[in-house]
């Protein structure tokens, strides 16, 4: 497949964008290579863009004002949307920084191109919505998780979500992820290996 046909399969399996609406956008979207570390939004910039990953691993980290210390809050790997969704829909500046953890390939469309196919397409608007209900699901999953969820729970649901993780971004990010020190996170991986 091409890279316009895996947008618009996972388009469709997301949100039922038929052809006919998809053509509509096509465009509007835009392709953009990213180096490790470059930021696809930074702190305090409004994020003006929806990307759809085809490869690649990002994460979504704020700077602790007492300790100085990176947090990382989200990350986003193939076949995700990555997008700072608060900043993204009021268009306010966004409070935390997404980066690329690796070498990446993003389609991305303007939120202005968004809202336009909104007003042309059921199906658009339709999408739109489901993206905010991913979006609030997702930061309420993520909030749960840190409250009610064991660091061996949060790893594993980790591991789920995203089989490639260790292989694209150092421990120290994915312990900071999951909220605890680096060496707990290494005695949870032999654990998890010794099952």
């Known amino acids: 497949m091409n890279e316009n046909q895996i947008l618009h399969y996972a388009l469709n399996s997301f949100a039922g964008i038929d052809p006919a609406a998809f053509e509509l956008s096509l ?105 905010a209900e991913t979006a609030f699901d997702l930061a309420m999953t993520r909030a749960e998780d840190l409250m009610f969820l064991s660091p061996e729970q949060r790893y594993l649901d980790l591991i789920q979500k995203h089989p490639d993780i260790f292989n694209n971004v150092p421990l120290y990010h994915i312990a900071s992820y999951l909220g605890i020190q680096a060496p707990s996170l290494s005695r949870i991986r032999k654990r998890m290996i010794g099952k």
Not at 49 to 74: M, S
Not at 113 to 126: A, D, G, I, K, M
Request: glycine share 4%.
């Open 27 to 131: 465009p509007y979207w835009q392709k953009r290579q990213y180096g490790k570390g470059e930021f696809y939004n930074e702190y305090k910039n409004v994020c003006k863009y929806l990307g759809f990953i085809l490869d690649g691993v990002f994460r979504t980290y704020y700077i602790d004002d007492v300790t100085a210390d990176e947090k990382n809050v989200f990350f986003f790997s193939k076949n995700q949307v990555v997008v700072a969704y608060k900043s993204f829909v009021t268009q306010t500046p966004c409070n935390y920084y997404t980066e690329s953890m690796t070498d990446a390939t993003v389609l991305y469309i303007h939120i202005n191109h968004l809202t336009q196919l909104y007003q042309q397409s059921h199906q658009w608007e339709r999408f739109g919505r489901l993206v």
